[in-house]
T-cell receptor
Framework: GENVEQHPSTLSVQEGDSAVIKCTYSDSASNYFPWYKQELGKRPQLIID?????GEKKDQRIAVTLNKTAKHFSLHITETQPEDSAVYFC???????????FGKGTRLSVIA | ETGVTQTPRHLVMGMTNKKSLKCEQHLGHNAMYWYKQSAKKPLELMFV???????ENNSVPSRFSPECPNSSHLFLHLHTLQPEDSALYLC?????????????FGEGSRLTVL
């Protein structure tokens, strides 16, 4: 089955700096890669996703890149703000009717 | 504001108790999920129901028993739990007749087993 590794587990950045979180996956058939954000005491929520037919996707200050050959994908947050502080989870899903497999999460702290 | 509601939000139980977690979704989705969230671990998928039929059961101990009476409600019945079962239990739903699409999570039920 699919296995997703996520790094780093914790990340601290100064407000205004960029943050990058990286994930690798094992199943070359995986075709859907979402990112979820979970603020303290809140539910995880989808913030951006990418499919295997696209190499990069951007939504305002967040972007996701996908390298199918290397089987890794990354989340980029630019001009970080204190409200970006949260735990971020990457996930991958193989083709077909298989559920998402999540990474262990990255706790991002943005220091004002 | 929320499309997925979980009750109770917090639960403390002894190892011999029997309790249930409830999840209700108001989004018209066809698939519902139970996830376990423990510190420093990935979100662990426990059960998936699609069109009220269980389609996934990830080797979860029998002390956890799911029930999906209709497409809007999902229960997790708990009995003779262990302290290591203490965690945040998240319910989620998704659209479509297959296990796919964006997951909409509830706020979770924080379970403590004494």
């Amino acid at each position: 089955g699919e296995n997703v590794e996520q790094h780093p587990s914790t990340l601290s950045v100064q407000e205004g700096d960029s943050a990058v979180i990286k994930c690798t996956y094992s199943d070359s058939a995986s075709n859907y890669f979402p990112w979820y954000k979970q603020e303290l005491g809140k539910r995880p929520q989808l913030i951006i996703d990418i499919r295997s037919n696209v190499g990069e996707k951007k939504d305002q200050r967040i972007a996701v890149t996908l390298n199918k050959t290397a089987k890794h994908f990354s989340l980029h947050i630019t001009e970080t703000q204190p409200e970006d502080s949260a735990v971020y989870f990457c996930a991958a899903r193989s083709s077909g009717n298989t559920p998402l497999v999540f990474g262990k999460g990255t706790r991002l702290s943005v220091i004002a | 504001e929320t499309g997925v509601t979980q009750t109770p939000r917090h639960l403390v139980m002894g190892m011999t108790n029997k309790k249930s977690l409830k999840c209700e979704q108001h989004l018209g989705h066809n698939a519902m999920y139970w996830y376990k969230q423990s510190a420093k671990k990935p979100l662990e998928l426990m059960f998936v129901y699609s069109l009220e039929e269980r389609v996934e059961n990830n080797s979860v101990p029998s002390r956890f028993s799911p029930e999906c009476p209709n497409s809007s409600h999902l229960f997790l019945h708990l009995h003779t739990l262990q302290p290591e079962d203490s965690a945040l239990y998240l319910c989620a739903s998704s659209d479509g007749q297959v296990v796919a699409g964006e997951l909409f999570f509830g706020e979770g039920s924080r379970l403590t087993v004494l």
